[in-house]
């Protein structure tokens, strides 16, 4: 994620300097995007790997009885 971040960072300095350079503008766009989608997978990963913790525990019977 740290090139992607770096990358998004140069694009906005760019589009900062010159609001109408439209080649920094797609790309910034673009890495956006693809940011939040992963952004979205690594939170389905951590929710899945959550639930599968708690059913776990609880089919362990140490807290409750299921």
Known sequence: MVPMNKAMTKHAET???DA???KAAKELR???KRWQGLNY???AIMLAASITSLY???QDGAVVRL
Do not use: K, Y
Request: no cysteine; glycine share 14%; aromatic share 0%.
């Open 30 to 32: 673009r890495l956006q």
């Open 20 to 22: 109408t350079d439209e």
């Open 56 to 58: 776990g525990l609880l």
């Open 41 to 43: 997978g690594r939170a």
């Open 15 to 17: 589009l900062e300097r």
